[in-house]
């Protein structure tokens, strides 16, 4: 670990003050069960920490006029507990899937969704896009757990976030301070994160100086939600690849679907067409299947994954029929 | 007088040995009393760190220790290698540091002036043919493989002729690393010349000699001291060269040092156990009896080569008649092997019992009958030790089947549920030696009674204390707690290293012989006290002296005749030597196991998990079956989820942390059954360790229940969704 500066603002305006200086070389303190690992392998070297833990705007929920308000802080425990996101299922099950209480205690919501990628080039020190001597290490080497779509850029690891399929697939959107403190920006959930082209981009739209406040999700109603992940491990496990779904429907009929993918790209993948394919009939283990095929139909494995298609195909299916009450069997 | 005999009591006089008794020392680990080495922080202690090699091979071209000797809280810097020195994987120890905070440690670490020539280097344990491709453009002295010559017996080619059914398959199963709960490391501190260290080793007895001279110091001037040890598995019988290196520190600082290994040092540093590939024919005939097996094996066990002995192969299953064997080793650019808990047998037991379960499926043959049927092979023709062993297995298959209910339960491979998920059996069987070792220890026996065992061995988790205090116990007739136990330092009896499952029956033959030895003369002292005809009818039970069924005296007014000075008596064991028959060697056991496997995930789950031992007269039953349960779970983790990852193009452990080297949680293990095979013939045979046996066979039994599953064979183990997934894309077996 390098030395750095350790900062403790009260206020989201005194957090992005504090966050916009070192010519942005600065990193967000929440729960640390990402960025204490990132700092001892030397990963990542920011000049000065801010630790966002006694900004108390950041925790907890708050209703809005046309949806709810998600403090970037909520711990996992935090989004168990809460009675207004029960309605939310999918979220519910990320955070049960999240098998380790000790993320569970303090885990939030806002690092998951910031938290950088798991791929063993990257955290063994060859950047994100895991490449020696500018040649990519991922092509032609251990690729078993790295991207099977959105894979032909430079970036080839998987989003590491656990929630952000759900959140997409319910809509919801990032709430974003920064750089100047009055600069407030509410930006749709999917938009939030970026496939890199280079080391220095990151994993999502954040510049240096901006701040992950809140999620914003609209009322849940009557849409119906599932998550599904495919854990190899009940311990602490990173998922091989998972899906989740929103569903409305009149009469069992779909009138709307959106169907997410996660740890299959470099960001939450949305399955545009599985939605589709499932618009005007109902979710049966045949229509769930082929949904879960649409999915991955245009997945461009590398040499060691071509296993994930087959994984995150089962994890859409599972999450559909979850989504309605058909999920039967699987391990 | 009657012969005075060393031997156990008869079997239902026990009132300890053979009982279910908790570790006298549960609650000192449980509470965190217990100290380990990691624990041991006196005064002033400096904490090292080290610099090991980020390439798989190099040549050291620049190393300058000087330049960090005066960084903010260095205290002593040592050197492993010099310029010029070659460097051949990954991991290889550099230079270490200590200074008065781990922080100021590292950041001296990562200062030190180094740099490589780097080398090509091949890391591709699997690939025999990318090697042999590679070999040919090196030098003579560099080349990678070497061909061992072929071991055979009768004559294959004609068998294979007659045979009912041919097959042929190729087989493997991953390096892996130790992970011990507690990491290698050493605390050293000088003492006006004499050197104390606190090790984390399997080897109180036989370490102190290695730090003596590393140091330069007579042995007597060396304390070696592990009170307690976090697991060593095999990979902690030395002082090794970081343990030596932390003591010189120690003296050049001045001040006591402590070196333990972070997770990944760990995982790269200390050495592996090594894997093997394997491609096979074998040969059944219309009965389902092997009568050919013609194997190549490969693997490494790092840059010297090496690999999994084949010499065990086929494993249990040994008589084929016909059989050829030939081996390959790779000098590979990754890290050296060491023992792991049962060296050769999980791999060999893997290979051989998953290709044979092959062999039963391509014979439509219920792989029950099918081994039953091949335990005829686990010993040479009219060998009676052989039909014995034979008889044993054959037993544990019946006892293991009706509790997993096999009869009921199994299906042709591949023809089970007509879901996603699908249920399977497969067995494994395995053997081991696990004869006392050579160790002596001393018994006091105090005037009120009480009795001290002071040894040199050491406690790795396993019960060492208890199994010693239980014999005495029972010997005196007197409650355990009047039995302290004080082991874990070289200034102590010599006892042989925690290795090879020598231990318990090493520890509870001595001491049952010592408390015996003792026992005798205090019968004499109490015959002539009480003007018995004779001693021959004493006995100790109870707290009291018996003579018959008549209590003669109290346990303390017997020990009162010795006088204030009490007594002190010295047990040896060792081996076979003894011949008293207090102990013996030579274990197995049946393991049989029921999965699920998810075919659309590939992801695999342990329903239930069977295991029947045999090891003999069992001490204490408790502590057998925890060793048997560690051992499943340790299996479960390298047949489904543990193995060491290589990066081809970097050369590098890529996997080393515990988020990657992944190892299964409680939730993964399923029911765990352990039944203990103890009919009379085993309490007749004296005591056997167990401490590796129960490790050996989980893959193989694991992998068998997979392919009964789905019908299709994962040839590698471990079993990881990407395998599963792999080979159910290619097809069916048979």
Known sequence: MINFEYASPHSEAEAVELLNSHGGNTAVLAGGTDLYNLLKADVIAPQRVVDIKNVSSMRGTTDVADGLLVGSLTTLDELLANPQLRAYRSLVQVAEAVHSIQVQAMGTLGGDLCHLPNCWYYRNGYGLLGQQNGRSLVVDGQNQFHAILGNRGPAMFVSASRFAPALIAWGAKARIVGPAPDQVALVPLEYFFVSPKNDHQGVTVL????????????????????????????????????????????????????????????????????????????????????????????????????????????????????????????? | MAERKFAWAPRAENVLIGKEIARIDAAEKATGRAKYTSDINTPGTLVARLLTCKHAHAKVTKLDLDAVKNMPGVKAVHAFKKVGDPIRWEGDVIAAVAAERVGQADDAIKAIPIEYEVLAHWVDEDDLKGAEAADANL??????????????????????????????????????????????????????????????????????????????????????????????????????????????????????????????????????????????????????????????????????????????????FTEVPNKKVSQTSIKCNTGPNRAWRAPNHPQACALTQTAMDDVAAKLGMDSYDFFLKNLALVAPPG?????????????????????????????????????????????????????????????????????????????????????????????FGIPMASVKVTLGSNKYPKANASGGSTTVGSVTGLYRRASQTALWQIFDKVKEKYTLATADNLAAKGGNILNGNDKVCTWQQA?????????????????????????????????????SVDTETGLIRINKFVCVQDCGLIVNELTAKSQ???????????????????????????????ENYKLPRIGDIGTLKVIMYQPDSEYARGVIGLGEPPVIA?????????????????????????????????????
């Open chain 1, 207 to 331: 510049q240096p100086g901006q701040l992950l406040t809140h999620i914003w999700l609209p009322h849940a109603e009557e849409t119906l939600s599932a998550s599904y992940e495919v854990l190899q491990l009940e311990g602490l496990d990173w998922p091989l690849a998972s899906a989740a779904v929103c569903v409305e429907s009149s009469a069992g009929i779909v009138r709307d679907a959106r169907v997410v993918l996660g740890h299959v790209a470099p960001t939450p993948w949305v399955a545009a067409d599985a939605g589709e394919s499932l618009v005007g009939y109902e979710i049966t283990e045949a229509s769930a299947q082929a949904a879960g095929d649409a999915a991955v139909a245009r997945a461009t494995p590398l040499s060691e994954n071509g296993y994930k298609v087959q994984i995150a195909r089962t994890a859409v299916k599972r999450a559909l029929l979850r989504a309605v009450g058909q999920l039967e069997g699987g391990l």
């Open chain 2, 139 to 316: 030098a003579a002295a560099d080349k990678r493989i070497t061909a061992a010559r072929p071991t055979t017996r009768g004559d294959v080619e004609a068998a294979l002729k007659t045979a009912k059914v041919v097959h042929k398959g190729h087989y493997g199963i991953a390096t892996i690393s130790h992970m011990c709960l507690e990491p290698h490391g050493t605390h050293c501190e000088w003492k006006e010349g004499n050197l104390d260290v606190h090790h984390s080793t399997q080897n109180v007895s036989g370490t102190a000699g290695q730090f003596a001279q590393g140091v330069g110091i007579e042995e007597a001037k060396v304390t070696v001291t592990a009170d307690f040890e976090g697991g060593g598995f095999g990979s902690k019988f030395a002082a090794d060269e970081w343990g030596v290196a932390c003591a010189k520190m120690s003296k050049e600082a001045g001040k006591p040092v402590r070196l333990m290994f972070d997770r990944a040092t760990e995982l790269k540093t200390p050495g592996t156990r090594p894997s093997a590939f394997m491609d096979v024919t074998i040969a059944a005939d219309a009965e389902g009896k092997i009568i050919a097996w013609d194997s190549h094996h490969w693997g490494t066990s790092g840059p010297q080569g090496g690999g999994v002995n084949a010499a065990v192969i086929p494993y249990v």
């Open chain 2, 383 to 475: 060998n009676a030790q052989a039909a014995y062993r034979a008889g044993i297995y054959a037993d544990e298959m019946k006892v293991a089947a009706k509790e997993i209910d096999w009869k009921a339960k199994w299906h042709p491979h591949g023809k089970g549920e007509k879901g996603p998920v699908k249920r399977g059996l497969g067995m494994g069987f395995h053997t081991w030696g696990g004869g006392a070792g050579a160790s002596t220890g001393t018994l006091k026996l105090n005037q009120d009674g009480s009795a001290e065992a002071i040894i040199g061995s050491q406690d790795i988790g396993t019960g060492t204390r208890t199994v010693i205090a239980q014999t005495i116990a029972e010997t």
């Open chain 2, 559 to 595: 020990v009162a005749l010795l006088g204030p000075m009490g007594l002190s008596t010295t047990g040896t064991g060792g081996g076979m030597t003894n011949g008293d028959g207090l102990t013996s060697a030579q274990v197995g056991g049946v393991q049989m196991v029921d999965v």
């Open chain 2, 628 to 658: 048997v349960l560690g051992a499943l779970i340790m299996g479960i983790a390298f047949a489904l989820t543990e193995e060491r990852i290589m990066d081809n193009a970097t050369g590098r452990y890529i996997n080393a942390d515990l």
């Open chain 2, 698 to 734: 989980p893959g193989a039994a694991i992998s068998n229940a997979v392919a009964n599953a789905t019908g299709v064979r994962v040839p590698v183990l471990p079993l990881t969704p990407k395998r599963v997934l792999d080979a159910l894309k290619g097809g069916q077996l048979s």
